[in-house]
């Protein structure tokens, strides 16, 4: 009788034990990040970010839309789109996988708020991600420590 106390105390503890234990979780829907689409109808102007990471620098990180004017967004755009441009251009020197494409963006057109905070966002977003500096300086930007 003693043997089957002993016996039932270790079976209970045993489920005690079991039952506390978390169980891992499955999730077998891994949620996919929608590309961002930066684009402008009246101008017909679309330009659609794939890169992970970004929607999500966007929602977190990124100032608000109205933080910086609207031309201090086109002048650094500007900086920003002809540094790119020209990595873009010379993927012997630079890694294609980062500049795959150029991006066609004049100074002379107005694409307006939208436009330019989503492509400014992006190239701050991908200076941290790719530790790499389109302001024409060499090196790492100054945010990176």
């Not at 270790?10 to 999730?27: R, T, V």
């Not at 790119?84 to 963006?105: G, H, M, Q, T, V």
């Amino acid at each position: 009788m003693k043997c089957l106390f002993q016996f039932l105390r270790l079976i209970i503890l045993g489920l005690l034990i079991i039952s506390c234990s978390s169980s891992p979780l499955k999730n077998s829907r891994k949620q996919k990040e929608k590309p961002v689409v930066i684009a402008n109808d009246s101008l017909e102007y679309e330009i659609i970010i794939l890169d992970i990471g970004f929607t999500l620098y966007l929602n977190t990180v990124a100032k608000p839309e109205n933080y910086y004017s609207l031309n201090y967004l086109e002048n650094k755009n500007n900086i920003y789109v002809t540094n790119w441009n020209l990595r873009a251009l010379n993927p012997s020197k630079f890694n294609s996988s980062i500049y795959e494409n150029s991006i066609d963006y004049s100074p002379h057109i107005r694409y307006g708020l939208e436009v330019n905070y989503k492509l400014f966002n992006y190239f701050q977003f991908a200076q941290q991600k790719y530790k790499i500096r389109l302001d024409g300086g060499s090196g790492l930007s100054p945010n990176f420590k």
